[in-house]
């Protein structure tokens, strides 16, 4: 990956925020590929992106259109980016009509879905016609390059961990992504696995988007990942991006993370507002107790902390909902976006004292492990 990141705009049309928007919100709260110069979504043009999403003001403008980000960019970015992330297998014709506009002005195109843009004879026309690249960041590698599960995996000595969810679209990759950030920033090594399209997107070195590969080698794909990891880059820790939920009925993600990488803890993601699962409106939400049984039943792995999504929750509301899940549920628990990751770290040191060791000396930043 080069050290220079590529400029690119972000369409998120009518999503942005929402959950079918994750891919746009997760690349605006970080990107080691892409510097992000704006956001298409018509109906919070005019608006700052960090502050509709986190309420900090991060100075990525949202734009009604491509020709209004064209016009008030200094730049025509590298990449215009497909952020949206739908049910749906195909883009609707006004979509279309949009990529052709972004390749006509010399736009390479990133597309996060299981439509794959580089196999449409008209986008193939289109790129070639300006010298433009299509990149389908879902596409799985050939036949020939896929892995099925060896047991190599009982050759990893660090801890690794699973970020899990009770559903899609909860905050799973966010978690993982603060959580990899802070370690390092501590001084302990942590490579970050990725299993979806958005970390992907983001930067991260290792992995692959395991929902468009065929089912045999889901597991084996992930079981590679990590082994590669453990063996190119020596880490002390290596952490594994969950997807969908254990207990999800449409998918079966998170029971191939659990087989694949063998975790020694995870920490389940939960959105406590939610009533019904992403997308799924006949779907209750499981309880988070039932979720937590199921991992351990198909895994063996404890859940050794909670992280929350505070969507639709006042600040009184998460803080009450913190302490209840502690008092109930015995586990660290805590809200990576609104008071970061420090007990996540603690809890880590307190399972895995070899962390400690490697905590670099910083009077400065707080001791990994402490008792408070």
């Known amino acids: 990956m080069s050290s220079a990141k ?65 016009a008030n960019l200094p730049n025509v970015p590298d990449c215009y980016i497909y952020g949206k992330a739908p049910l749906e297998a195909s883009i609707p014709i006004a979509e279309r009509a949009l990529i052709l506009e972004a390749m006509s002005k010399g736009m390479n195109i990133i597309n996060g879905l299981h439509q794959f843009f580089s196999e449409d004879p008209e986008f193939v026309a289109m790129a070639n016609r300006y010298g433009v690249e299509i990149q389908d960041i879902r596409k799985p590698p050939e036949l020939k390059d896929l892995h099925i599960f060896t047991g190599e995996i009982t050759k990893v000595n660090v801890p690794v961990i699973a970020v899990l969810g009770t ?81 999800h009925p449409a998918f079966m993600s998170s029971v191939g993370i659990l087989k694949g990488c063998m975790p ?51 600040a009184t509301e998460i803080q009450k909902t913190i302490k209840g899940y502690e008092e109930r549920l015995l586990l660290p628990t805590t809200d990576v976006l609104t008071y970061g990751c420090s007990k996540l770290t603690r809890a880590l040191g307190n399972l895995f004292p070899t962390l400690n060791r490697r905590y670099k000396a910083n009077s400065q930043i707080r001791p990994l492990l402490t008792t408070g």
């Open 6 to 70: 590529k400029t690119a705009l972000v369409y998120c049309e009518n999503q942005f925020g929402l959950m079918d928007g994750k891919t746009a919100a997760g690349l605006v709260r970080h990107s080691e590929t892409y510097n992000i110069m704006g956001v298409i979504d018509s109906f919070l043009a005019g608006k700052d992106a960090g502050e509709e999403l986190d309420n900090q003001k991060n100075n990525i403008p949202i734009f009604a259109n491509l020709n209004s980000a064209l």
């Open 167 to 247: 559903d899609c679209a909860c905050g799973k990759m966010t978690t993982a992504v603060e959580l990899n950030k802070s370690l390092n920033n501590l001084g302990i090594k942590s490579v970050l696995i990725a299993t979806g399209q958005t970390a992907i997107m983001q930067g991260a070195k290792y992995g692959v988007s395991i929902d468009a590969l065929g089912s045999q080698f889901v597991i084996g794909e992930i079981e590679h990942a990590v082994v590669r990891a453990f063996e190119e880059e020596s880490p002390d820790i290596i952490l594994v991006e969950g997807q969908s939920s254990v207990s």
């Open 264 to 314: 020694d803890g995870v920490i389940l993601q939960h959105p406590p507002s939610r009533k019904f699962r992403c997308d799924f409106p006949l779907s209750p939400m499981p309880n988070i107790v039932s979720e937590i049984r199921l991992i351990k039943a198909i895994s063996q792995s404890q859940v050794i902390a909670i992280a929350l999504s505070h969507e639709n929750l006042t």
